[in-house]
């Protein structure tokens, strides 16, 4: 059984940085796709990051060059650097895999709980 626990929310102001966290279990986190998603009230949920398997990364426009996804494969843990935090970043965040260890599109099945982020200007 896969389950992804996030943490490392917080309320921060304009231009402050914050790092997520999302332990895995039941996958290895260096043998496995994983990605970052974001939902705002009232918006669809966004993919803003995801790191491929061999570590490649890939990022939503609106972060680039803001946020930064890396895995640790010992501890199994994804990271989510975000700098350079504005308001419209405040969202709900969560960390997801897919069924197989390759991300094929955006086909995610595992969620974790989400965490909250709340940029103020």
């Known amino acids: 059984q896969v389950h992804l626990v996030e943490s490392g929310g917080g309320s921060v102001q304009t231009g402050q940085s914050l790092r997520f966290s999302c332990l895995a279990s039941g996958i290895t986190a260096g043998g496995y796709c994983l990605a970052w998603f974001r939902q705002a009230p009232g918006k669809e949920r966004e993919e803003v990051a995801r790191?491929?398997?061999?570590?490649?990364?890939a990022y939503a426009m609106s972060v680039k060059g803001r946020f930064t996804a890396s895995k640790d494969n010992f501890k199994n843990i994804m990271y989510l650097q975000m700098n350079s935090l504005k308001p419209e970043d405040t969202a709900m965040y969560y960390c997801?895999?897919?069924?197989?260890?390759?991300?094929?599109?955006?086909?995610?099945?595992?969620w974790g709980q989400g965490t909250q982020v709340t940029v103020s200007s």
């Open positions: 997801a895999a897919p069924p197989t260890q390759y991300c094929r599109g955006d086909d995610f099945i595992y």
């Open positions: 790191i491929y398997v061999v570590g490649g990364t």
